[in-house]
């Protein structure tokens, strides 16, 4: 995972800690944030490994079908 990545999801969940207020407004807030982290989270699993600028071309061929 990248280091920005767990940067902004601490950043987010410091966030989602201060928004602990009672008021809706709060609420709503700390549930966008939430959110927010989960999606992080999501699309760094979803994320392929870097493995440089080489392409395996049997792996290609496979994936293709070809």
Do not use: C
């Amino acid at each position: 995972m990248k280091p920005t990545y767990d940067l902004a999801r601490e950043h987010l969940r410091r966030a989602a800690a201060m928004l602990q207020g009672g008021d809706n407004q709060s609420r709503q807030l700390r549930n966008i944030v939430e959110r927010t982290i989960t999606l992080i989270d999501d699309l760094t699993e979803d994320a392929p490994a870097w493995q440089g600028n080489v392409l395996d071309l049997q792996s290609f061929k496979e994936r293709r079908g070809l």
